[in-house]
Protein backbone atom coordinates (compact mmCIF):
# COMPACT_ATOMS: atom_id res chain seq x y z
CA UNK A 1 0.00 0.00 0.00
CA UNK A 2 3.12 2.82 1.25
CA UNK A 3 4.77 1.54 -1.87
CA UNK A 4 1.76 2.08 -4.41
CA UNK A 5 1.16 5.18 -2.59
CA UNK A 6 4.52 6.24 -2.99
CA UNK A 7 4.81 5.20 -6.83
CA UNK A 8 1.41 6.69 -8.00
CA UNK A 9 1.62 10.33 -5.77
CA UNK A 10 5.30 10.65 -5.75
CA UNK A 11 7.42 8.70 -8.21
CA UNK A 12 5.38 8.69 -11.42
CA UNK A 13 4.41 12.80 -11.23
CA UNK A 14 8.08 13.30 -10.19
CA UNK A 15 9.34 11.47 -13.35
CA UNK A 16 6.87 13.36 -15.61
CA UNK A 17 8.03 16.69 -14.25
CA UNK A 18 11.62 15.50 -14.73
CA UNK A 19 10.80 14.90 -18.36
CA UNK A 20 8.94 18.58 -18.72
CA UNK A 21 11.08 20.64 -17.49
CA UNK A 22 14.41 18.74 -19.30
CA UNK A 23 12.32 19.30 -22.43
CA UNK A 24 11.55 23.03 -21.95
CA UNK A 25 14.48 24.05 -20.23
CA UNK A 26 17.65 21.46 -21.49
CA UNK A 27 21.05 21.49 -20.55
CA UNK A 28 23.18 24.52 -21.87
CA UNK A 29 25.58 22.68 -24.46
CA UNK A 30 29.30 23.67 -24.53
CA UNK A 31 30.35 26.19 -26.83
CA UNK A 32 26.63 27.20 -27.51
CA UNK A 33 25.49 30.87 -26.93
CA UNK A 34 23.13 29.69 -23.82
CA UNK A 35 19.41 29.96 -25.40
CA UNK A 36 16.53 32.32 -23.25
CA UNK A 37 14.82 29.89 -20.86
CA UNK A 38 10.59 30.07 -21.31
CA UNK A 39 10.56 30.88 -17.74
CA UNK A 40 6.49 31.03 -17.53
CA UNK A 41 6.63 26.87 -18.20
CA UNK A 42 7.01 26.92 -14.70
CA UNK A 43 3.34 26.94 -13.73
CA UNK A 44 2.36 24.93 -16.62
CA UNK A 45 4.40 21.87 -15.93
CA UNK A 46 3.83 22.19 -12.17
CA UNK A 47 0.22 22.28 -12.95
CA UNK A 48 0.32 19.16 -15.64
CA UNK A 49 2.49 17.04 -12.99
CA UNK A 50 -0.30 17.72 -9.71
CA UNK A 51 -3.22 16.67 -12.53
CA UNK A 52 -0.89 13.24 -13.29
CA UNK A 53 -0.79 12.54 -9.56
CA UNK A 54 -4.09 13.75 -8.98
CA UNK A 55 -5.58 11.76 -11.31
CA UNK A 56 -3.35 8.64 -10.53
CA UNK A 57 -4.46 8.88 -6.79
CA UNK A 58 -7.49 10.19 -6.91
CA UNK A 59 -9.05 9.53 -10.08
CA UNK A 60 -10.38 12.49 -12.75
CA UNK A 61 -11.60 15.71 -11.17
CA UNK A 62 -15.15 15.87 -10.04
CA UNK A 63 -17.43 18.46 -11.29
CA UNK A 64 -19.37 19.83 -9.64
CA UNK A 65 -17.27 20.09 -6.84
CA UNK A 66 -18.92 18.83 -3.37
CA UNK A 67 -15.77 18.78 -1.51
CA UNK A 68 -12.89 20.94 -0.33
CA UNK A 69 -10.41 19.13 -1.30
CA UNK A 70 -11.98 18.18 -4.66
CA UNK A 71 -11.29 22.05 -5.61
CA UNK A 72 -7.71 21.24 -6.06
CA UNK A 73 -6.98 20.44 -9.25
CA UNK A 74 -9.37 23.21 -10.48
CA UNK A 75 -6.90 25.61 -8.76
CA UNK A 76 -3.85 24.21 -10.12
CA UNK A 77 -5.56 24.80 -13.64
CA UNK A 78 -6.53 28.16 -13.01
CA UNK A 79 -3.60 29.17 -11.61
CA UNK A 80 -1.48 27.60 -14.56
CA UNK A 81 -3.86 29.31 -17.11
CA UNK A 82 -3.19 33.19 -15.07
CA UNK A 83 0.35 32.59 -14.42
CA UNK A 84 0.69 31.94 -18.15
CA UNK A 85 -0.89 34.86 -18.72
CA UNK A 86 1.29 36.70 -16.34
CA UNK A 87 4.62 35.82 -17.14
CA UNK A 88 4.09 36.15 -20.86
CA UNK A 89 1.93 39.52 -20.85
CA UNK A 90 4.80 40.78 -18.70
CA UNK A 91 1.55 42.60 -16.95
CA UNK A 92 3.11 45.65 -14.58
CA UNK A 93 3.84 45.29 -10.89
CA UNK A 94 0.47 46.40 -9.24
CA UNK A 95 -1.71 44.99 -12.01
CA UNK A 96 -0.17 40.89 -10.82
CA UNK A 97 -0.18 42.47 -6.77
CA UNK A 98 -4.32 42.92 -7.70
CA UNK A 99 -4.83 39.58 -9.49
CA UNK A 100 -2.52 38.07 -7.22
CA UNK A 101 -5.78 39.10 -4.11
CA UNK A 102 -8.47 38.46 -6.48
CA UNK A 103 -6.98 34.88 -6.38
CA UNK A 104 -6.36 35.17 -2.91
CA UNK A 105 -9.59 35.76 -2.04
CA UNK A 106 -11.63 33.32 -4.41
CA UNK A 107 -9.37 30.22 -3.04
CA UNK A 108 -10.04 30.67 0.07
CA UNK A 109 -13.66 31.42 -0.68
CA UNK A 110 -14.27 28.06 -2.86
CA UNK A 111 -12.30 25.89 -0.30
CA UNK A 112 -14.24 26.74 2.98
CA UNK A 113 -17.78 26.81 1.64
CA UNK A 114 -18.89 24.26 4.08
CA UNK A 115 -17.47 26.22 6.37
CA UNK A 116 -19.01 29.16 5.66
CA UNK A 117 -22.41 27.51 6.09
CA UNK A 118 -21.91 25.45 9.34
CA UNK A 119 -19.86 26.69 11.34
CA UNK A 120 -18.26 30.59 10.42
CA UNK A 121 -22.20 31.94 9.57
CA UNK A 122 -22.41 35.24 9.54
CA UNK A 123 -18.28 36.27 10.21
CA UNK A 124 -17.81 34.45 7.26
CA UNK A 125 -16.75 37.20 4.67
CA UNK A 126 -14.43 38.37 8.16
CA UNK A 127 -12.54 34.48 7.89
CA UNK A 128 -12.04 34.96 4.14
CA UNK A 129 -10.76 38.21 4.12
CA UNK A 130 -8.60 37.82 7.12
CA UNK A 131 -7.10 34.24 5.61
CA UNK A 132 -7.13 35.64 2.18
CA UNK A 133 -4.85 38.34 3.31
CA UNK A 134 -2.62 35.56 5.04
CA UNK A 135 -1.94 33.75 1.87
CA UNK A 136 -1.53 37.29 -0.10
CA UNK A 137 1.57 38.21 2.76
CA UNK A 138 2.86 34.43 2.31
CA UNK A 139 2.34 34.73 -1.62
CA UNK A 140 4.41 38.01 -1.74
CA UNK A 141 7.13 36.80 0.41
CA UNK A 142 8.37 33.76 -2.37
CA UNK A 143 7.13 36.56 -5.08
CA UNK A 144 10.23 38.36 -3.70
CA UNK A 145 12.60 35.44 -3.53
CA UNK A 146 11.84 34.55 -6.58
CA UNK A 147 12.52 37.80 -8.09
CA UNK A 148 15.91 38.51 -6.14
CA UNK A 149 17.37 34.82 -6.60
CA UNK A 150 17.32 31.68 -9.91
CA UNK A 151 19.04 28.83 -10.10
CA UNK A 152 19.27 26.31 -6.88
CA UNK A 153 18.02 28.12 -4.07
CA UNK A 154 14.06 28.57 -4.99
CA UNK A 155 12.84 25.08 -5.82
CA UNK A 156 15.15 23.66 -3.47
CA UNK A 157 13.32 26.37 -0.52
CA UNK A 158 10.14 25.55 -1.87
CA UNK A 159 10.47 21.62 -1.73
CA UNK A 160 11.73 21.69 1.33
CA UNK A 161 8.79 24.04 2.48
CA UNK A 162 5.98 22.10 1.24
CA UNK A 163 7.75 18.69 2.31
CA UNK A 164 7.26 19.97 5.88
CA UNK A 165 3.56 20.76 4.86
CA UNK A 166 3.16 17.07 4.09
CA UNK A 167 5.10 15.66 7.51
CA UNK A 168 2.63 18.21 9.46
CA UNK A 169 -0.23 16.83 7.25
CA UNK A 170 0.73 12.86 8.03
CA UNK A 171 1.05 14.23 11.40
CA UNK A 172 -2.40 15.43 12.01
CA UNK A 173 -3.66 12.01 10.68
CA UNK A 174 -4.82 13.24 7.07
CA UNK A 175 -2.99 11.26 4.79
CA UNK A 176 -4.77 12.52 1.78
CA UNK A 177 -3.45 15.77 2.50
CA UNK A 178 -0.11 14.33 3.23
CA UNK A 179 0.12 12.49 0.07
CA UNK A 180 -1.56 15.21 -2.29
CA UNK A 181 1.06 17.67 -0.91
CA UNK A 182 3.96 14.87 -2.16
CA UNK A 183 2.78 15.50 -5.67
CA UNK A 184 3.71 18.87 -5.40
CA UNK A 185 7.00 17.95 -3.55
CA UNK A 186 7.36 15.62 -6.37
CA UNK A 187 7.31 18.47 -9.19
CA UNK A 188 9.35 20.86 -6.93
CA UNK A 189 12.14 18.74 -6.34
CA UNK A 190 12.12 18.00 -10.12
CA UNK A 191 12.77 21.54 -10.63
CA UNK A 192 15.46 21.66 -8.25
CA UNK A 193 17.56 18.88 -10.34
CA UNK A 194 16.99 20.50 -13.35
CA UNK A 195 18.46 23.47 -11.60
CA UNK A 196 21.60 21.66 -10.88
CA UNK A 197 22.38 21.75 -14.65
CA UNK A 198 20.26 24.89 -15.48
CA UNK A 199 21.42 27.59 -12.86
CA UNK A 200 20.30 30.26 -14.62
CA UNK A 201 16.45 28.37 -14.38
CA UNK A 202 13.99 31.52 -13.24
CA UNK A 203 10.75 29.96 -11.70
CA UNK A 204 9.24 33.18 -12.06
CA UNK A 205 5.63 34.32 -11.19
CA UNK A 206 3.86 31.55 -13.11
CA UNK A 207 5.15 28.73 -10.56
CA UNK A 208 3.32 30.78 -7.45
CA UNK A 209 0.12 31.06 -9.23
CA UNK A 210 -0.16 27.47 -8.92
CA UNK A 211 1.62 26.21 -5.61
CA UNK A 212 0.49 29.41 -3.76
CA UNK A 213 -3.60 28.80 -4.51
CA UNK A 214 -2.72 24.93 -3.59
CA UNK A 215 -0.71 25.62 -0.37
CA UNK A 216 -3.66 27.54 0.58
CA UNK A 217 -6.09 24.70 -0.18
CA UNK A 218 -3.91 21.87 1.56
CA UNK A 219 -3.82 24.11 4.79
CA UNK A 220 -7.52 24.85 4.66
CA UNK A 221 -8.11 20.92 4.41
CA UNK A 222 -5.01 19.76 6.95
CA UNK A 223 -6.45 22.24 9.73
CA UNK A 224 -9.97 22.90 9.18
CA UNK A 225 -10.94 19.51 8.02
CA UNK A 226 -8.42 17.50 9.92
CA UNK A 227 -6.08 18.12 12.85
CA UNK A 228 -3.38 20.01 12.34
CA UNK A 229 -3.47 22.03 15.42
CA UNK A 230 -3.36 26.43 15.07
CA UNK A 231 0.45 26.20 16.63
CA UNK A 232 1.84 23.72 13.46
CA UNK A 233 -0.17 25.55 11.01
CA UNK A 234 1.56 28.73 12.35
CA UNK A 235 4.95 27.23 12.90
CA UNK A 236 4.33 26.57 8.67
CA UNK A 237 3.18 29.77 7.57
CA UNK A 238 6.47 31.60 10.02
CA UNK A 239 9.09 29.57 7.37
CA UNK A 240 7.53 32.28 4.91
CA UNK A 241 8.79 34.69 7.23
CA UNK A 242 12.40 32.38 7.92
CA UNK A 243 12.75 32.18 3.90
CA UNK A 244 13.64 35.71 3.78
CA UNK A 245 16.23 35.56 6.41
CA UNK A 246 17.46 32.41 4.41
CA UNK A 247 18.16 34.33 1.36
CA UNK A 248 19.37 37.14 2.71
CA UNK A 249 22.82 35.30 4.55
CA UNK A 250 23.06 32.88 1.70
CA UNK A 251 25.64 33.97 -1.04
CA UNK A 252 24.79 34.66 -5.06
CA UNK A 253 26.43 31.22 -5.44
CA UNK A 254 26.05 29.28 -2.73
CA UNK A 255 27.88 25.98 -2.21
CA UNK A 256 26.19 22.65 -0.18
CA UNK A 257 27.37 24.12 2.95
CA UNK A 258 25.13 27.47 1.95
CA UNK A 259 22.43 25.84 0.90
CA UNK A 260 21.65 23.54 3.78
CA UNK A 261 21.82 25.84 5.68
CA UNK A 262 19.19 28.69 3.94
CA UNK A 263 17.13 24.95 3.66
CA UNK A 264 17.51 24.63 7.36
CA UNK A 265 16.68 28.06 8.14
CA UNK A 266 13.69 28.42 5.76
CA UNK A 267 12.34 25.00 7.47
CA UNK A 268 13.02 25.47 11.22
CA UNK A 269 9.72 26.79 12.73
CA UNK A 270 8.12 23.48 11.12
CA UNK A 271 10.90 21.44 12.33
CA UNK A 272 10.07 22.96 16.08
CA UNK A 273 5.65 22.58 14.82
CA UNK A 274 6.84 18.81 13.87
CA UNK A 275 9.14 17.98 16.99
CA UNK A 276 5.98 19.39 19.72
CA UNK A 277 3.14 17.17 17.77
CA UNK A 278 5.85 14.18 18.35
CA UNK A 279 6.73 15.24 21.90
CA UNK A 280 2.85 15.81 22.50
CA UNK A 281 2.00 12.32 21.02
CA UNK A 282 4.13 10.25 23.26
CA UNK A 283 3.17 11.98 26.41
CA UNK A 284 -0.24 11.30 25.49
CA UNK A 285 0.70 7.66 24.63
CA UNK A 286 2.58 7.26 28.15
CA UNK A 287 -0.41 8.76 29.97
CA UNK A 288 -2.78 6.67 28.73
CA UNK A 289 -0.84 4.01 29.54
CA UNK A 290 -0.60 4.48 33.22
CA UNK A 291 -4.33 6.07 33.41
CA UNK A 292 -5.10 1.88 34.16
CA UNK A 293 -2.06 -0.35 35.80
CA UNK A 294 -4.56 -3.34 35.96
CA UNK A 295 -6.42 -3.45 32.20
CA UNK A 296 -3.61 -6.15 30.93
CA UNK A 297 -4.80 -8.22 33.36
CA UNK A 298 -8.63 -7.92 32.46
Same mark, same amino acid.
Given at each position: ???? %?????????????? #?????????????????? /???? %???????????????? !??????????? *??????? &????? =?? /??????????? $???????? %?????????? !??? *???????????????????????? =??????????????????? /??? $????? @???? =????? !???? *??????????????????????? /????????????????????????? #?? %?????????????? #??? @???????????? #?????????????????????? &?????? !??? *???????????
Amino acid at each position: MIIQ %MLLTGVVIPGIVAL #ALALFFWPARKPGRKPGR /LPHW %MGGVVLAVTFLTGWIL !TRGWPDWPVRE *SAAWLPW &LAVGG =AV /LGWLVAHQRLP $GPTVAMLR %MLVSVVTIWA !TTQ *SLQTHTWQKAAWLWIIGLALVLFA =AWSIWESVLAKRQGVLPPL /LLT $GFFSC @LAIM =ALLGR !TATV *SQTTGILCAGLGAFFVVSLVRRD /LDLSQSTLFVAMPLLAGLVVNAHFY #AY %MDVLQTMLLMACCL #AVL @LAVRFTPEEPQF #AGLLLALLITVLPALGGIAWDL &LNSNVQ !TSS *SEEEDPYAEYF
